[in-house]
């Protein structure tokens, strides 16, 4: 059976590679004979750890970004530090997010934390006298260790992330909604002669990335329209028609990042109307 903490690292992953070598990693605890089997778990989870980390960080996003310093100075290479701000972060300045989001020092200090949880994990990879052959009584002990140190990893990498994207809701709210509201779609036009948009209601929002230079919003919500058939004058004459309704939307914009969110530019894609029900 498998344990709470297991199911919650399991919960964690992003993609089936991930999940795949977790289950892997497991295996090789089995092995009873085998007198390296807690080393090949401890660097399995270590490399777990770094495709994590490598997915949430893709190399070309992290060297984009206006913070990118090549801190390791080997030609392409990315610091693990440089990959946990990313994943945390994404392309967003350390001062953007101090003046503009939260205090700085706070993410900092997750950052450390986040590092600290590797270290245990490479802790226990190299084979020595001390960790060859380890009694299945120490195994039980660090495995206990590592696993939790792997899913601090995620957590925080994870947990962080979101202090950001729930402090961005608010503050892109009011920029969005100025900016939809010149956004008509031509499956309104077919409906009637004429047309106003009176109100765009957004329902949901979703910042589902943070890049190197922009945030990724999908939203969903309600466009208010009123429709009209005829001219103005078919109104007055009691010969045209118009009524009020509402159609659920769905868009995704970019916000490209500048110095403050008041300087952001928002770039509208795919602000699709659905009028299927109007047909129905």
């Given at each position: 059976?498998e344990?709470?903490?297991?199911?919650?690292?399991?919960?964690?992953?992003?993609?089936?590679?991930?999940?795949?070598?977790?289950?892997?990693?497991?295996?090789?605890?089995?092995e009873?004979?085998?007198?390296?089997?807690?080393?090949?778990?401890?660097?399995?989870?270590?490399?777990?750890?770094?495709?994590?980390?490598?997915?949430?960080s893709?190399?070309?996003?992290?060297?984009?970004?206006?913070?990118?310093?090549?801190?390791?100075?080997i030609?392409?290479?990315?610091?693990r530090g440089?990959?946990?701000?990313y994943?945390?972060?994404?392309?967003?300045?350390?001062?953007?997010?101090d003046?503009e989001?939260?205090?700085?020092?706070t993410?900092?200090q997750r950052?450390?934390?986040?590092?600290?949880?590797?270290e245990?994990?490479?802790?226990?990879?190299?084979?020595?006298?001390?960790t060859f052959?380890?009694?299945?009584?120490n195994?039980?002990?660090?495995?206990?260790?590592?696993?939790?140190?792997?899913k601090?990893?995620?957590?925080?990498?994870?947990?962080?992330?979101?202090?950001?994207?729930d402090e961005?809701?608010?503050?892109?709210q009011?920029?969005?909604?100025?900016?939809?509201?010149?956004?008509?779609?031509?499956?309104?036009?077919?409906?009637?002669?004429?047309?106003?948009?009176?109100?765009?209601?957004?329902?949901?929002?979703?910042?589902?990335?943070?890049?190197?230079?922009?945030?990724?919003?999908e939203?969903?919500g309600?466009?208010y329209?009123?429709?009209?058939?005829?001219?103005?004058?078919?109104?007055?004459k009691?010969?045209?028609a118009e009524?009020h309704?509402?159609?659920?939307?769905n868009?995704?914009?970019?916000?490209e990042?500048?110095k403050?969110?008041?300087?952001?530019?928002?770039?509208i894609?795919?602000?699709l109307i659905?009028?299927?029900?109007w047909?129905?």
């Amino acid at each position: 059976m498998e344990s709470t903490e297991i199911s919650q690292i399991k919960t964690l992953l992003k993609s089936q590679f991930e999940k795949d070598l977790f289950d892997a990693s497991l295996e090789n605890l089995k092995e009873k004979n085998n007198k390296i089997r807690f080393n090949n778990f401890a660097y399995s989870i270590r490399e777990l750890s770094r495709h994590f980390l490598h997915n949430l960080s893709p190399d070309e996003e992290v060297q984009k970004c206006v913070w990118y310093k090549n801190e390791t100075e080997i030609a392409g290479q990315i610091s693990r530090g440089e990959r946990i701000k990313y994943a945390i972060q994404g392309g967003l300045t350390d001062k953007f997010v101090d003046e503009e989001i939260i205090e700085i020092e706070t993410i900092i200090q997750r950052k450390k934390e986040i590092k600290d949880c590797v270290e245990i994990l490479n802790k226990y990879t190299h084979i020595n006298l001390k960790t060859f052959d380890v009694s299945q009584v120490n195994i039980d002990r660090y495995t206990e260790q590592i696993l939790s140190a792997f899913k601090n990893f995620a957590e925080t990498i994870e947990n962080t992330h979101n202090i950001i994207i729930d402090e961005l809701y608010e503050k892109i709210q009011d920029e969005f909604i100025q900016h939809s509201l010149y956004e008509i779609a031509d499956s309104v036009d077919i409906l009637a002669t004429h047309h106003n948009l009176e109100e765009i209601s957004p329902t949901k929002y979703h910042i589902s990335k943070i890049e190197s230079k922009t945030m990724k919003i999908e939203t969903d919500g309600v466009v208010y329209v009123r429709l009209q058939w005829g001219s103005n004058s078919d109104l007055r004459k009691d010969i045209g028609a118009e009524m009020h309704t509402s159609f659920p939307f769905n868009c995704n914009i970019n916000v490209e990042i500048n110095k403050t969110l008041e300087d952001a530019t928002v770039e509208i894609e795919d602000f699709l109307i659905d009028t299927s029900d109007w047909y129905e």
